[in-house]
């Protein structure tokens, strides 16, 4: 196992532990911590896969606004500090079933696959990947209509937020 | 290391997403548990992207779209919980279901 | 002189592979001990900068200051450091222990881990990213989330009405400040510090000074001292966010406000003021380290200055300077500059010329922003109803 496997490993182990605390631990603001831990993990994956640029952006738009969202919207949605009853609901065993049956099909599939065996090419002879993306973002031969229909969306979202959050 | 190493832990994250989403009752957490699935989503793209040809750079620019769709869906979402927690008192998913059947 | 940073860094590459450890086994312990060097300087740093801000204050306001330990009061901070070290430290009954534990780590984290993409010199630095500017709004982003632990694990009323007062201002400032950021990034045209302080043959202060000024603000706001010191306002909520913490706790707080003010000085004096650039410094290393230290320290200087001098602002007057006034000027300093510098580019414009177009840009968005503003105050002012000037106490009329 080289170094960069073994740190794969870890940072990987770390996500999966956090992800599977958010969704079990029944205290909600814990449960948001660990939600950012998992957020935090998925950068580190991004780092890994030499996208640096994406990475800092996962920690800016997941960890800097909508935990941070989150966390606001728990503590605004509850009377007193602690959670009661119970926080799963009654088909909960159904749920689990079918999620382990996702992963177990996705796994068997994935390994299946000729794209398995794929190795990274060489990113050393790359040219920088970020003025690449931006440059791709604008123009019109490639992303910009992508681009610019997600940023109507986000002001659409934005106004409907506000809209409906409003205390009339 | 393996496309495959990428793609089946993408496949763990977005499982245990999909698990919180079916499994919790707290509106907010079923909102955390789409976060988790997004963002096996945004790995799976950005190893594509890594592992095929860096050229192109769809990968990347998918995946900024992923973000922008998903702090939308935080806002909507958050501000409906917010909303739905004035009214009726609860964020429990199985307890608003006024508009059942 | 060659480099002396280079030779020690190969100096002590060379100790590492003489002892058989393999390339890359000296590269990870190289980095680890750089890391070591540069948050134990950081942490030093805050230790005279207690000192150098109490004499400030002292000065600032007409009294000696620290002046009874050691010469010059040199020795203060020393005292109380043995003092909070020495402290109790008190966990509340109720509190979340182990994410109230947490907090102060993380926030400390926050500041410390802005330091790893600021140049020192051309060659010193922790990690030379090419995208740096985003990398310290992203660091940022983890001491929002840290006063929200400290103030929900706290289990106070008062630290959590901290914590969410320092939120909304952390993240409402986020925006202005971003987009200030954005302006040297479009000047050099690249997010890399150290290609931005490479671009500045002119400072940026010529070409952008009203997006220095509103870093300045901007940062001081995320920092969240004084006059934007609503989020510990001792008269309304007690201490904010770190209300239940005591003892060496308390201090790591306190050690990260003190380090993220200087960190604003050295940020303000890389992206604004040239960094380690100054005559010379390109031959001699030392120097450059010498010029991006007194450079990081008007940056400081000025921040505590206004610190000094400025009342608190109200809730409702932190959130209207923001969002009605911060945020629409930078936008149009922005998409102005943007535009501005496209047609100089075109016309092959560079250096001195370049930045002196710039600096007649922002004087006229300057002047027209204080032309509006005028008329905005002088139709609230038509709005007011006039009242006769009423006289607290009357003297009695003499028969």
Known sequence: ?168 | MPLSWYLIFAAALFSIGLYGVLSRRNAVAILMGIELMLNAVNINLVAFWRYSDLASIAGQAFAVVVFAVAAAEVAVGLALVIAVYRRRETVAADEINLMKW | MGDPFALISQWFTNLLLGWGLSESAATVIRLLVGAVILATISMLTVVVLIWVERKLAGRLQDRPGPNRAGKFGLLQPIADMIKIFTKEIVTPAQADKTIFHLAPVVFIASVLLMWVVIPFTATVMGANLNVAVLYVVAVGAFGVVAVLMAGWSSNNKFALLGAFRAVAQMVSYEVPMVLALMVPVLLARSMGLTDIVNAQSVWFIVAAPIAAVIFLITSMAEVGRAPFDLLEAESEIVAGYHTEYSGMEFGMFYVAEFLHVWTIGALLGTLFLGGWRGPGAETYPLLGILYFYIKTFIGYFIVTWIRLSLPRIRIDQMLAFNWKFLTPLILVVLIFTAILDKVLEVYAVSGWGHALSMLALNVVIGWATVQALKKVEKSRQRRRPEFPPRPVAVAPKSE
């Open chain 1, 1 to 168: 196992m080289t170094g960069l496997e073994f740190v794969f490993v870890l940072i990987a182990a770390l996500t999966l532990f956090s992800a599977v605390m958010v969704v079990t631990t029944p205290n909600m603001v814990r449960a948001a911590l660990w939600l950012i831990l998992a957020l935090f993990g998925v950068a580190g994956t991004f780092v890994l896969l030499n996208a640096a640029f994406l990475a800092v952006v996962q920690v800016v738009v997941y960890i800097g606004a909508i935990a941070v969202l989150m966390i606001f919207a728990i503590m605004l949605t509850r009377k007193v500090m602690k959670d009661s009853g119970p926080q799963t609901n009654s088909t909960w065993g159904l749920a689990a079933l079918i999620a382990a049956a996702l992963f177990g099909g996705l796994t068997f599939a994935l390994t299946r696959s000729p794209a398995a065996t794929l190795m990274a090419p060489d990113f050393s002879t790359v040219s920088d990947p970020v003025a690449e993306l931006g440059r791709a973002l604008v123009s019109p031969q490639a992303y910009v209509i992508p681009f610019e229909v997600a940023s109507v969306l986000l002001l659409a979202a934005m106004i409907g937020a506000i809209y409906v959050a409003w205390k009339k």
